[in-house]
């Protein structure tokens, strides 16, 4: 394959949100990657924080995070699922991270004499952002997504960069652009209007289309794609269609079949003379379709209205129970709705239990409730993050006879702080950004359930906590049974409790769900996944 300069695909979206630009994005780069071409995909955000990472999940759903530490949006998620490559900060940026650099910029004097404007000091600022990843880590292709909608006032200077953009590449940059095909079942009609005025709403702020990709419930017809391509100014065989599928993984096998990696390369003027390989995943979706046995695993959490709150989660137990020919069932429970007297009808017909990160002390003695039966009554359990601290409170007051055992994130004056803030945490602040956050070392205890699972002695994982295990108290949990079988070797941080008496006892301070991909299921998950069909017989 010969090389040439990166090229830059811009993915926008129109009619309506959530429409799935980033699985379009994701399954894109997937059909290139497969091509032997190195990919990797950005998300550009047009709110005004910062980063999601102070943001409620109920706002905008998990909040992801990478390698070197950055709090993303979850699409980030998706691009790591689908390619199996990790991003970084670079792969996620926001309106707030744009205008504070540029404002830092203006205050150190960087513009001197300048009257600083969204044109060109912002819009220059994006355009640094989206080439830097070409620019420093040798791609073939930097697939650009733009959140929201076209035609928001907040997405309007992001839209005007990669008009530039395209202006100053030529034949290195296209626009895709992802619209809806409503089907009134009133008139029995797919109707074509909205895709139009969407097109129209882009072509004001000078970007034509290059390919169409109409999300739809009905298969679209060869007039009705004559009809988009003739008002839309755009080539028959760049109008795609892209239906509801059952799962995410069936996209890049359907944009393959509507030949939307063929197109992009012939419009970026490259040869289409290279093979897709994809037999692992489309090994991964015949066992996906054809499971030979199933468990139920109950998920507690508070942000339970909101399932994209743990997206990554629920995604990391289908890699790992179709490597098992096995489909899980998610019951999801209300951790603020558990209680003594309902939990024995909540969980006792599940085969395992996952307890969910999260901030707060809302719902939390409903995961401590959740956790105490599940120990109780042999239940294989997996805790995140927040999951593993409730583990630790639950194991202190009942066996360890500590009744007041607490965090202090959640009682500042508890008489057994068994979690505790972590010591670099405590005379932080400000909020965003200041967490433990990205991959750190942690080094197993050989005889548990974690090495069992990765089948080595060190491990590297990613974090997102201020409160961490308080090793004053480990002496008195090693003695009554709860073992530390994860550490951080340079800080001696507890980053794994077990119980070995109990047949699956595992909380993690990390999240192991940001590092399952389809082709790599996370070891934890699927050592859990184990257990509860062990459960299950």
Known sequence: MNKFSTKYIFVTGGVTSSLGKGIIAASLGKLLSARGYKVTIQ?????????????????????????DGAETDLDLGHYERFLGNTTSQANNVTTGSIYQTVIKKERKGDYLGK???????????????????????????????????????????????????????ENSALYI?????????????????????????LLESGIQPDILVCRTEHHLNNSIKEKIALFCNVEKDAVIESI?????????????????????????????????????????????????????????GKYIKLKDSYKSISEAFIHASTEKNCKVNIKWINAE?????????????LNGVLVAPG??????????????????????????????????????????KMPDANSTEMSLNTAFPVIDIMANQKNIENKGGTMRLGSYNCTLEKNSYSYKAYQKLKIEERHRHRYEFNNKYLKDFNDHGMQCVGKNPDNNLIEIVEVPSHPWFVGVQFHPEYNSNVLNPHPLFSGFVDACLENKL
């Not at 709705?337 to 017909?349: A, G, P, R």
């Not at 995961?367 to 409730?390: D, W, Y």
Request: a negative charge.
């Open 337 to 349: 709705e558990l209680t003594e007297v309902n939990i024995k009808e909540e969980l006792q017909d």
């Open 359 to 400: 901030f707060g002390d809302r719902g939390i003695e409903g995961k401590i409730n959740a956790i105490k039966f599940v120990r109780e009554n042999n239940i294989p359990f997996l805790g995140i993050c927040l999951g593993m601290q409730c583990a630790v409170i639950e194991y202190a007051r009942n066996i360890l």
């Open 244 to 300: 509801d599928a059952k799962t995410i993984y069936e996209v890049p096998l359907l944009m393959q079949k509507e030949s939307l990696d063929k197109v992009v390369l012939r419009k970026l003027k490259l040869d289409d003379d290279t093979d897709v390989k994809l037999d692992k995943w489309k090994d991964f979706l015949f066992k996906l379709n054809n499971p030979n046995k199933e468990i139920n695993i109950g998920l507690v």
């Open 177 to 201: 652009h992802l619209t809806l095909v409503p089907y009134l079942s009133a008139a029995g009609e797919l109707k074509t209007k909205p895709t139009q005025h969407s097109v129209k709403t």
């Open 115 to 169: 009257t600083v404007q969204i044109i060109p000091h912002i819009t220059d600022e994006i355009k640094r952002r989206i080439k830097i990843l070409g620019d420093t880590n040798d791609f073939d292709f930097v697939i650009t997504e733009i959140g929201g909608t076209v035609g928001d006032i907040e997405s309007l200077p992001y839209i005007e960069a990669v008009r530039q953009i395209k202006w100053e590449l």
């Open 43 to 67: 998300k550009l955000d047009p709110y005004i924080n910062v980063d999601p990472g102070t943001m409620n999940p109920y706002e905008h759903g998990e909040c992801y995070v990478t390698k």
